[in-house]
């Protein structure tokens, strides 16, 4: 597919935020990957959209037979199928028109499944008889909203699949039966924006630093976004950081050439590659003569905020900002994340609660203020004064605030949370584990807290 990374090094797949839980594996080299028939261009609508870069989604199917066409109509949303010509060994192929004619089409197929060669490839792939793809455009958030619509085709083409894995080989994510639940059918599922994207890193075995990538921005109209020479050591962080800009792109294009705050004391500038890569070394992943698989992929590099160098400009990673980010410096989150972090931690108040008291156990919240403007303030949970919190603030890396007050916090005002017990942090993407923890620590087997 245009846009791969080369496999010049080795690919690392860093356990940063939601990749714990959806990992990240090689693209599976199937048939269903080429471009099958288009429909009309008047039918795709492509020329409605800023962007022309699809989105296509995979799924194993364990019957061999298509299904019918009120099925597939009922399952992707249409109010029409266009039955297109079927080239071996696509079996069948349409386009499924929408009920509003200004949204896009859909085109979907089938094929007959080919042996998955990666350990990573979840249960019911081995078995499959054949592999269901569906591809659309995606709105840019300026006109719709992308996660919706991923989800749209994600459920759409799981629902013709069955239970069946899914796969997106643009992030190179798996969706087994724990993952769709999880994210896309379950009656909680409540994914966040980063399922549209993920962050590739390569290094080369001599450990010149990694080239940092994410991939998936392109199919939401905005640049890729990538950090080169990134020391090994601060990779994770860069992942991380990557992520969170990724997010507030979505939000506003990000400023070219000029310096951009993320966070408290955080600011970086993004430039053009062209410039950057004119003092990487050749020698380096992610110079020049790595770079013939991204042809047509617009991004942008991140850098410090001022170049380095008195008589030549030298734009290098973010080092000192990346190394805050390791630390635990605190990032400016988008709306959209916020506002989700904030669901997710107000749905889960009941284990908040019960997370206080025990021995060995810390427990924080961040507060927001009904009128303030800011980043929500941070503070350690000294108890619940009826359904309130009462809160001491701390600073970011845990030392008592000066002069400030114990502060009380009504649950609309939580904005997040976590619960350190014996060395392992918990917030409310772990509310499942921290509710195994918490079980096990208060069954009358246990000697006590336990991660």
Not at 161 to 190: C, K, Q, S, V, Y
């Amino acid at each position: 597919m245009s846009g791969n990374p080369p496999r010049t090094g080795t690919v690392v797949d860093f356990g940063v935020g939601v990749r714990k839980a959806m990992p990240r594996v090689e693209r599976t080299v199937n048939r269903a990957e080429r471009r099958i028939p288009s429909p009309s261009s008047e039918s795709h609508h492509l020329e409605a959209m800023p962007t022309t870069v699809p989105s296509r989604l995979l799924a194993w199917r364990s019957e061999r037979s298509v299904p019918s066409t009120a099925t597939i109509l009922e399952a992707v949303g249409g109010r029409e199928v266009e039955v297109l010509p079927a080239v071996p060994p696509v079996r069948w192929a349409a386009a499924v028109h929408p009920p509003d004619p200004g949204r896009p089409t859909r085109l979907i197929w089938f094929e007959d499944a080919d042996p998955v060669a990666t350990p990573e490839a979840p249960e019911g792939v081995a078995t499959a008889a054949m592999v269901v793809g569906i591809e659309s455009l995606l709105p840019p958030i300026e006109r719709g909203d992308p996660l919706d619509a991923w989800l749209e085709l994600a459920r759409a083409v799981g629902g013709i699949a069955g239970a069946g894995p899914i796969l997106d080989p643009i992030t190179g994510r798996w969706f087994g039966p724990e993952e769709r639940r999880r994210w896309l059918d379950g009656p909680d599922a409540d994914p966040p924006d980063e399922i549209l994207w993920s962050v590739r890193a390569s290094r080369r075995r001599d450990g010149r630093g990694a080239w940092l990538l994410t991939e998936g921005l392109a199919r939401l109209g905005r640049a890729e976004l990538e950090m080169l020479e990134v020391p090994d050591e601060l990779a994770d962080a860069g992942a991380a950081l990557l992520d969170a800009l990724a997010a507030l792109s979505l939000e506003a294009e990000p400023p070219v050439g000029e310096g951009w705050s993320i966070g408290p004391g955080l600011v970086v500038t993004v430039q053009s590659p062209v410039e950057v890569l004119e003092t990487v070394d050749a020698a380096s992943v992610g110079s020049s003569v790595d770079r013939r698989g991204l042809d047509g992929v617009r991004s942008l590099a991140v850098c410090g905020a001022e170049p380095r160098g008195t008589y030549r400009r030298i734009w290098t990673a973010p080092s000192e900002v990346l190394r805050r980010v390791a630390e635990g410096a605190a990032m400016h989150r988008s709306g959209r994340v916020a506002a989700r972090q904030q669901r997710l931690a107000q749905r889960h108040l009941a284990l908040l609660e019960r997370s206080l008291g025990g021995s060995g156990r810390r427990v924080l919240i961040a507060a927001t203020e009904a009128g303030a403007e800011g980043p929500p303030c941070w503070g350690e949970v000294e108890g619940v004064v009826g359904s309130r919190f009462a809160m001491r603030p701390v600073d970011l890396s845990g030392r008592p605030a000066i002069a400030e007050p114990e502060r009380i916090v009504a649950p609309s005002e939580v904005a997040d949370w976590r619960v350190e017990i014996a060395g392992a942090v918990h917030g409310p993407e772990e509310a499942s584990r921290l509710g195994q923890v918490l079980d096990h620590a208060e069954s009358p087997a246990s000697d006590g807290d336990a991660t």
